[in-house]
């Protein structure tokens, strides 16, 4: 039974680039959640999204990120016209919704802007 | 808004010795997990603790989670560089969401 698969592990943009980020959730996990992590820092809430459906998003910038999950395919977080700051490693964890499992989290991937 | 914090940040303690990391929370839950990032790593899961009174042990760690306290603690005893890593608490955001907010993490660093 696979992980949480993220790709790419590495990704290098130029400032002004967009940033494409995937994650596909473990079999049968229909919660998929996306945390950015600082180095040397904690991971910070992004964004809770359920097939087609975006349930949360309170920790999204108001600009330039987006997330979706389609009915088939990955999940894409999406950084348009990336800045230096946006350099971090993006983990994806999905769940299958109940209370006593804890969130699977996929190898990230991290995002360096140049 | 619900805060998460964590203590010691840095932790560097002699294999053999025993330790205890804490976790505070600022709102009520009745869940908190506790997991481990090694660097360069993803997050691995270690806890799952869902009750006042949870107690739960897996080798050389051993968790605990006093919701009227708002507080967890990660006890390790007599501790193996093996150990070395950054251990992370999570409390849900709200009941009935999977939605976590991570404490600051503690690095803790195991030496001869």
């Known amino acids: 039974n696979a992980g949480v698969m993220q790709n790419p592990r590495h990704l290098v943009r130029r400032r002004g680039q967009e940033a494409r980020l995937r994650c596909s959730p473990m079999?049968?996990?229909?919660?998929v959640y996306w945390y950015r992590q600082l180095p040397e820092e904690g991971l910070k809430f992004m964004v809770y999204?359920?097939?087609?459906?975006?349930?949360?998003e309170s920790g999204m910038p108001k600009e330039r990120f987006s997330a979706e999950f389609p009915k088939e395919g990955p999940s894409i977080l999406r950084i348009q016209q990336v800045v230096r700051g946006d350099s971090a490693a993006y983990f994806c964890?999905?769940?299958?919704?109940?209370?006593?499992?804890?969130?699977?989290f996929g190898n990230g991937t991290r995002l360096t802007v140049t | 808004e619900l805060k998460v914090e964590q203590n010691p940040l840095f932790l560097s303690m002699q294999e053999g010795k025993n330790y205890t990391i804490y976790c505070n929370y600022s709102?009520?839950?009745?869940?908190l997990y506790w997991y481990r990032q090694d660097p360069g790593k993803s997050l691995e899961s270690l806890f799952v603790?869902?009750?006042?009174?949870a107690v739960k042990q897996e080798g050389r760690l051993m968790a605990s989670l006093d919701t009227k306290a708002r507080l967890s603690t990660l006890h390790i005893t007599a501790a193996v560089h093996d150990l070395s890593a950054t251990y992370f608490c999570?409390?849900?955001?709200?009941?009935?969401?999977?939605?976590?907010?991570f404490g600051t993490g503690t690095r803790l660093q195991v030496f001869p």
């Open positions: 079999k049968g996990h229909s919660h």
């Open positions: 603790l869902l009750s006042n009174g």
């Open positions: 999204l359920q097939k087609e459906n975006i349930i949360d």
């Open positions: 709102t009520t839950s009745d869940r």
């Open positions: 999570a409390v849900p955001r709200s009941y009935n969401t999977d939605k976590l907010i």
């Open positions: 964890a999905s769940s299958p919704g109940a209370p006593d499992s804890p969130l699977h």
